[in-house]
């Protein structure tokens, strides 16, 4: 979950007079439904060896 999920969730508990954590708990989960999951990045293809062909050694 984001952190503007977090936020749309308090700013919709405070303006339904309602701010507690189940409240803003529920309306931050409300907002992220309305969103498409974000696509997930492989941890490998970032590694700086994988970019250039060479593995990087210790020293």
Known sequence: MHHN???A?????LR???PTSDA????????AEHEP???V???TARRPG????????AR
């Open 41 to 43: 990045v492989s941890l």
């Open 37 to 39: 999951p974000s696509p």
């Open 16 to 18: 339904a007079r309602a």
């Open 24 to 31: 803003v708990a529920l309306q931050a989960r409300r907002a």
């Open 50 to 57: 994988a970019l250039t062909g060479r593995a990087i050694r």
């Open 9 to 13: 969730g308090t700013a919709a508990a």
């Open 5 to 7: 999920h977090a936020a």
